[in-house]
């Protein structure tokens, strides 16, 4: 299996070295993983209320850190990977900020809505001041927006907006066609997140219709861990491998330099 979605201490809000996920990677028997930690905000002049990225002048040492890993590692593939906040209204520093940086992939995540982090525990109380229709609405034009901007690779954890459990009163279905179609004609692939399992939620992300409905158009998919400390590298990889069979998945997508792999599993 592939756990494409680390974090490090670097960001601030995970504990633990890049070589310390590593050893659980190697315990753990996976053929690859990614390291894709919080991309620093301040490059891209958003200042959220919390520290919640790695700061402007980590970047480069990240990157370094994790080549040498790389080069190092004997019995698991190691890729640089980065999750970059989708925020619009930055998409021209990104583009630039991404044409400097040699990243394997990229995973484009939203955290935050009109500046309100909706996926910070601190800030879960607002959930009950919002109308919910309107909030999913907003979440999911947002996540259509991300795959149309053409800067990710992977969409991150993709349907977030449930982690506290708050949803709308009516079906969702409408959001998860949506989304299949949208990762379809973006050629965006997706991740199944196993971290969702550990949030109040208890569920993966994303819910298993859109792991349905996105294979029936052939869109691919990664795996991750969401891990913010060594100990939760490829949690629950067991069940995830379990579920993407029981779907119909066959392969994983591996990236290198940006370009794309299916990898059996
Ligand atoms: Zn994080
Ligand atoms: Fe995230
Ligand atoms: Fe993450
Ligand atoms: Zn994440």
Redesign the pocket.
């Known amino acids: 299996m592939i756990d494409y979605h680390l974090h490090t201490n670097r960001c601030c809000h995970a504990v633990g070295t890049p070589a310390e996920y590593l050893v659980t990677a190697e315990k753990y028997g996976l053929q690859e993983i990614g390291f894709a930690d919080?991309f620093p905000l301040g490059l891209l002049d958003y200042t959220p209320r919390v520290q919640v990225t790695m700061l402007s002048g980590e970047l480069d040492v990240y990157l370094e850190e994790i080549e040498k890993l790389k080069a190092a590692s004997r019995k698991v593939r190691v890729k640089t990977g980065i999750?970059i906040d989708y925020l619009p209204g930055t998409e021209e520093k990104l583009d630039k900020l991404l044409a400097e940086y040699n990243f394997d992939y990229v995973i484009g995540?939203i955290?935050f809505l009109d500046g309100w982090d909706f996926?910070h525990p601190v800030y879960a109380d607002t959930y009950r001041e919002r109308d919910l229709d309107a909030l999913y609405d907003t979440y999911f034009e947002l996540v259509w927006s991300a795959c149309r901007s053409g800067f990710f690779d992977i969409i991150?954890?993709i349907d977030?907006i449930k982690k506290f459990g708050y949803r709308p009163r009516g079906s969702i279905d409408h959001y998860l066609q949506e989304t299949a179609r949208v990762l379809a004609e973006t050629k965006t692939s997706f991740e199944l997140n196993t971290a969702g399992r550990d949030a109040p939620v208890g569920e993966f992300y994303p819910d298993r219709r859109l792991l349905e409905e996105a294979l029936a158009l052939g869109v691919t998919i990664t795996t991750g861990s969401?891990a913010h400390g060594p100990e939760q590298v490829g949690r629950y990889f067991l069940e995830a491998e379990k579920l993407l069979r029981e779907v119909g998945y066959r392969e994983l997508a591996s990236f290198t330099k940006r370009s794309k792999n299916l990898i059996p599993f």
């Open positions: 919080h999750e995540s955290h996926t991150g954890h977030m969401d």
